[in-house]
């Protein structure tokens, strides 16, 4: 790719495929540390393989990367309390050669005081997508929610009175909504609605990410992931 390229491609998103999950940024973001691997590679000096959809593609863990990425957006090192992959972390830091995220995994700091902690909301959109039509056209949505805030759930519950919802419990004492299925244009306003009743209560957006299947011969599957988060302090038992 020429300068002349590049140039043009600074202001335009950029989807990368790490190890199978498409994470889409800036091409800016992603040179912020221009001595790092990233930098490197998105300045054109070495070659640079894409996928069968033409994303740019680097074999290298696709869960941890949202966590690079994230640096790179921020330069802060913001992980979940209960993190356990500190060491694989580290390790993907070194590949991309990101010395500050180095730095920050070599002298980790608590994210909150001891009697704080992190309540985790997420929430997804999955979408069937007809092949054949054209445009492409939705064919089925539904949108799941899945916390450990018992209160936010009931409080959805009540205010979201005419969506078509049912309950289910999960693993680790989470409980999940699952609303639809519906068409599209309910579910887009019905994801408005939830983000901003999750962000009044005082949740703010960690991260996002897309995910796409393929299950029949005539449908695709996209997944989209938003995981929100706020500090509450600890109840003594």
Same mark, same amino acid.
């Given at each position: !790719?020429?300068?002349? =390229?590049?140039?043009?491609? $600074?202001?335009?998103?950029? *989807? ?7 994470? *889409? ?9 221009? =001595?790092?691997?990233?930098? +490197?590679?998105?300045?054109? =000096? ?19 990367? #949202? ?21 694989? %972390?580290?390790?993907? +830091? =070194? ?6 995220? @180095? ?10 005081? +001891? ?8 929430? /997804?959109?999955? #979408?069937?997508? /007809?092949?054949? /039509? ?6 089925? *949505?539904? %949108? *799941? ?21 049912? !309950? !289910? ?19 887009? +306003? ?7 009743? @999750? $962000?009044?209560?005082?949740?703010? @957006? ?23 988060? #706020? ?7």
């Amino acid at each position: !790719m020429d300068n002349g =390229d590049w140039g043009h491609r $600074m202001g335009s998103p950029v *989807t990368l495929n790490v190890g199978g999950r498409l994470y *889409t940024t800036s091409l800016s973001t992603l040179q912020r540390y221009p =001595d790092s691997m990233l930098g +490197a590679m998105f300045r054109g =000096d070495f070659p640079t393989t894409r996928d069968s959809q033409g994303n740019y593609f680097i074999d290298r863990d696709g869960t941890l990367f #949202r966590y690079i990425l994230n640096f790179l957006r921020t330069s802060e090192l913001t992980l979940p309390l209960d993190f356990t992959e500190t060491d694989l %972390l580290r390790k993907e +830091a =070194d590949f991309y050669q990101i010395e500050p995220l @180095i730095l920050c995994l070599s002298d980790p700091k608590p994210l909150y005081p +001891a009697d704080i902690f992190e309540q985790v909301v997420e929430l /997804s959109s999955t #979408r069937k997508l /007809s092949k054949y /039509s054209n445009p492409v056209a939705v064919i089925i *949505t539904q %949108l *799941t929610i899945t916390t450990k805030v018992h209160g936010l759930l009931e409080g959805i519950s009540n205010n979201f009175t005419k969506w078509s919802k049912h !309950m !289910m419990d999960t693993r680790d004492c989470q409980v999940s909504f699952t609303f639809g299925p519906c068409d599209y244009h309910q579910e887009v +306003a019905l994801r408005v609605h939830l983000m901003d009743y @999750i $962000m009044k209560q005082g949740f703010t @957006i960690r991260n996002t990410r897309v995910h796409h299947m393929s299950e029949r011969a005539n449908e695709n599957t996209v997944e989209h992931h938003w995981t929100f988060c #706020r500090p509450a302090h600890k109840v003594e038992d």
